[in-house]
């Protein structure tokens, strides 16, 4: 093994333990909630407060996500990443010491804080620090990391109680702290500030080679390109305020198109049903009638989202990021729709006894499909697409997008579920699903293999012929206007 894939190697574990636990406290609710009605835990919640257990920690993404403002281009990548273990830290005590339903509203706030900050600011780490041969499975390497967390939370959670866990838990962003110190910090970011000693240092250590002229060289056309686009649009970060720099950077049409493709890739995240699915698998197990135990299906899904994307890794750089979208969005379409029109039979009476099966079988497929793709890929995406202006705001936006539509769905579940049945939600779920296939065929390109400047030209090219087009469309118009009695509606 060569000095750059062994040191790229270590990026990917040191970095990734900050993921796994976010995967522990994402995954926390599902096996503790039944303890606070069952009497195995001293602190008792009510139906509602369960709920608002669980969605607070998205919450504190929220909230986390916001802090790149102040800190990622100030302090750097790596401090940032560095300041959101320490919530972590102290999450997993409260939770853990909690006596009753106000500290563990507060644990989790606080878990979510440290979500957001690395939802928002790993992903541009991984994607800077990372090589070209070495990004996608890096990428993607972060949702396997989170599935890993669930599994973990929820094989060892059923098991033992909440201060065991909470304890076992701590490890993981102590462990972090103490290993990610040592990395490096962002050679673009040190580019950015003009400290090129210390990029060089950091491009030397990341690649494993001695000379990275070429390297360095590439990543100071990248910093001077944007830094002039930040001239032409006058959008010095540093002067204006978030929303006027944000605004600005926006009139670059790469800018637009990368922004476009964030939001139908982190729909896959947060608005195909995931969070409320695996939150209350054990009640759609239950309502089936299938003689499954609710501890033996958690781990079913657990054990199946970690193997989906284990393969993802393996595959990805074979089969290519916006394929595997392509290929495994109409399976979770299908999934969907199978699992919804039992539950619209089972409303309505229809006996469904010998296929009662079809839940748990067509949930494991969708889940398999959510870790396969709609997890990995997204976040393998945020590390590339963006050029260096609209980063801290990228990752912003990502986070609070990923934490309002994960909060929304969970809290639409609930209540569709209790007041028409389970059927009505799988319906949606099934309708955003075809809507976001149809919409990455449209407009998501492949990014699996380019380096960051060939993504970046992409992006711009694209969006500047596709501009280019329009005006020329709105040209043509012009000298020769459309017959209005046959399009009435165009002037």
């Known amino acids: 093994m060569n000095r750059e894939i062994f040191h790229q190697i270590i990026i990917g574990i040191v970095c990734n333990l900050l993921i796994v636990d976010c995967g522990l406290s994402e995954g926390w609710p599902t096996p503790t909630m039944t303890k606070f009605s069952d009497g195995n ?8 407060e369960e709920a608002l257990v669980i969605n607070l920690m998205y919450v504190g993404v929220g909230m986390g996500a916001l802090s790149p403002i102040f800190l990622m281009d100030k302090i750097g990548r790596k401090w940032t990443l ?12 409260v939770i853990g010491l909690a006596k009753n339903s106000h500290a563990l509203y507060a644990g989790r706030i606080t878990a979510g ?15 800077e620090v990372s090589t070209k041969r070495t990004r996608g499975p890096l990428g993607t390497l972060l949702s396997v990391l989170i599935n890993i967390g669930l599994l973990m939370i929820y094989t060892i959670g059923l098991y033992v109680n909440r201060f065991q866990m909470a304890m076992m838990a701590l490890v993981i962003p102590v462990l972090f702290f103490m290993t990610f110190i040592w990395l490096p910090e962002s050679s673009v970011y040190l580019t950015r500030k003009k400290n090129y000693k210390s990029a060089e240092k950091s491009l ?26 930040d001239d032409n649009y006058n959008n010095n970060n540093n002067n204006k305020g978030f929303i006027k720099s944000f605004i600005n950077a926006m009139k670059i049409p790469g800018n637009r198109r990368s922004f476009r493709i964030m939001f139908i890739l982190c729909g896959t995240l947060g608005l195909t049903g995931a969070a409320p699915i695996l939150s209350y698998q054990s009640n759609i197990f239950k309502q089936s009638g299938f003689g499954l135990g609710s501890d033996f299906s958690i781990i079913i899904t657990g054990c199946t989202i970690v193997i989906a994307g284990t393969t993802c890794v393996s595959i990805v750089k074979i089969i290519g990021k916006r394929k595997l979208l392509l290929i495994a969005a109409p399976i979770a379409v299908l999934s969907l729709a199978i699992v919804a029109t039992f539950f619209t039979l089972l409303e309505h009476g229809v006996n469904v006894h010998n296929f009662n099966w079809i839940p748990i079988v067509f949930v494991v497929i969708y889940v398999f499909v959510v870790g396969l793709a709609f997890n990995p890929i997204p976040l393998a995406y945020l590390g590339e697409i963006f050029s260096f202006e609209v980063k801290v705001p990228a990752g912003i ?5 990923y934490a309002v539509s994960t909060t929304v769905t969970v809290k639409m579940y609930q209540i569709l579920a ?10 949606i779920f099934t309708g955003i699903t075809f809507i976001l296939w149809i919409l990455i065929y449209l407009y998501v390109p492949e990014t699996e293999g380019k380096s960051l400047a060939e993504i970046q ?11 280019k087009s329009s005006m020329k469309f709105k040209s043509i118009k012009k000298i020769i206007p459309l017959p209005t009695t046959v399009y009435p509606t165009i002037n």
Request: hydrophobic share 40%.
């Open 41 to 48: 835990d001293p602190v008792k919640l009510s139906s509602s």
């Open 82 to 93: 560095l300041a959101a273990a320490l919530p972590k830290i102290i999450s997993w005590i």
């Open 113 to 127: 804080i440290g979500c957001g900050i690395a939802y928002s600011v790993l992903p541009m780490y991984i994607g």
């Open 204 to 229: 030397k250590w990341s690649l494993g080679k001695d000379n990275v002229d070429i390297e360095l060289d590439e990543i100071k056309k990248i910093v001077s390109t944007q830094e002039k686009d």
């Open 397 to 401: 936006c990502s986070s609070l997008y």
């Open 418 to 427: 209790d007041n028409y049945g389970t059927f009505f939600p799988f319906w």
């Open 457 to 467: 030209i992409m992006l711009n090219d694209i969006s500047i012929n596709n501009e």
